[in-house]
């Protein structure tokens, strides 16, 4: 069965610290995704990745970074914290050029 | 202005009813499309793919209309356990080999008894 998970189901940070979401998928895919989804905005794609080592801008990276040093594993790192990256953020992965994307249960990070 | 434009809703249906909602691209070369379901504090779910000539699964049925830049999704004989949000979600390949997804921010549908 397919499975992705995040490292955790609820974050509270203060500003300024520095924050690591942890991804883990199974299925041996070679992308993965992390989003951050607000109400009425849907899904925004922060960074995403199509192998080991290999990272490309999303539409909204400001702010963050990531990590892909295993195949399995994509890390997004919040550098310093700030209020308005309060948020639900997904992790997706993906076989390579397959539109069918698979998601984490979500982390939801509060940022006080 | 969005590239994937959705009726947030909510679409409230009785039980057995049927009920069809749009969503609209802004991106003329947008080349594939899906309906993605999301339940409740859950992670969304592929539904299904949409193609040119529309496609059924079961009680779904999804069309396209790419002259007018939309596509729709009708769900017939509405049970309770249809109540989610549903996304619509929009493809564009870009110059690599990797296609973005555009997620437009759903549109949810509650089925009462």
């Known amino acids: 069965d397919v499975k992705v998970t995040q490292s955790s189901r609820y974050l509270v940070k203060r500003t300024g610290e520095k924050v690591f979401l942890e991804c883990v998928q199974d299925m041996d895919h070679e992308n993965m995704f992390w989003y951050r989804q607000d109400p009425g905005l849907g899904l925004r794609l922060i960074y995403f990745s199509y192998d080991v080592k290999m990272k490309e801008k999303g539409d909204i990276p400001e702010g963050y970074s990531v990590s892909r040093e295993k195949k399995e594993r994509f890390s997004l790192i919040l550098e310093s914290a700030s209020t308005n990256q309060t948020s639900m953020y997904l992790c997706?992965?993906?076989?390579?050029?397959?539109?069918?994307?698979?998601f984490g249960p979500g982390t939801r990070l509060t940022v006080t | 202005r969005k590239e994937v434009e959705q009726d947030p809703g909510p679409f409230n249906v009785p039980e057995g009813a049927t009920v069809a909602f749009n969503c609209t691209y802004s991106?003329?070369?947008?080349?594939?499309f899906f309906w993605y379901r999301q339940d409740c504090r859950k992670e969304p779910k592929l539904l299904m793919s949409v193609y040119s000539s529309g496609n059924e699964d079961g009680r779904f049925t999804a069309q396209l209309n790419r002259a007018s830049q939309y596509i729709s999704l009708l769900i017939r004989d509405s049970k309770l356990s249809d109540s989610a949000t549903y996304l619509c979600v929009v493809n564009q390949l870009t110059t690599d080999s990797w296609g973005k997804l555009q997620f437009g921010a759903g549109t949810q549908v509650v089925v009462t008894p």
């Open positions: 997706a992965s993906s076989l390579v050029n397959s539109y069918e994307q698979y």
């Open positions: 991106n003329s070369a947008s080349q594939s």
